[in-house]
């Protein structure tokens, strides 16, 4: 989140002493661009739901060790939340590009607000890891906790 708040920041810091900013290149096809960047926002978001099931959902059930299936599970959602951070990051990336091309604040901030909303969306919070993973197969005792009585 904070590396969005630093997109807004750098490109104010850029565009207040070269007011009006035209943008850096002279693009003629900064349109075109913007709709390529709002179709590619539209996949990555498809993609997000897509992947990030498979990526919880892959090896679950694998006959490993119970500490082994444990830890298996914290690194998929581990996996899961960073792919989810970097692709809502990289939709602010795209509003960056545009306004350093083509200079146009509004569409910097259109795509940091959807990537903001991104981020509240698809970003897990606790209850979401602990709503997963006690949905998770039972994987007995870990290497902390108590052996059963008898063992």
């Known amino acids: 989140g904070m590396s969005l708040v630093l997109f807004a920041f750098v490109a104010e810091m850029i565009a207040a002493p070269n007011a009006p900013f035209r943008g850096f290149v002279d693009f003629h096809q900064i349109d ?48 899961k939340t960073m792919v989810d951070f970097a692709v809502c990051t990289g939709i602010g990336i795209y509003g960056s590009v545009l ?14 607000v959807i990537a903001l909303a991104g981020l509240a969306i698809y970003f897990p919070r606790y209850s979401r890891w602990e709503e997963w993973m006690h949905g998770q197969p039972s994987v007995g005792p870990g290497p902390h906790a108590p052996s059963p009585p008898g063992t």
């Open 99 to 112: 306004f350093f091309l083509g200079g146009s604040s509004y569409d910097l901030y259109v795509f940091l």
């Open 32 to 79: 075109l661009l913007g709709y390529v960047f709002v179709g590619l926002t539209i996949v990555d978001f498809a993609l997000l739901r897509v992947v990030g099931s498979r990526i919880l959902a892959r090896g679950v059930g694998l006959s490993v060790t119970p500490h082994r299936d444990a830890s298996l599970a914290e690194r998929r959602l581990f996996v």
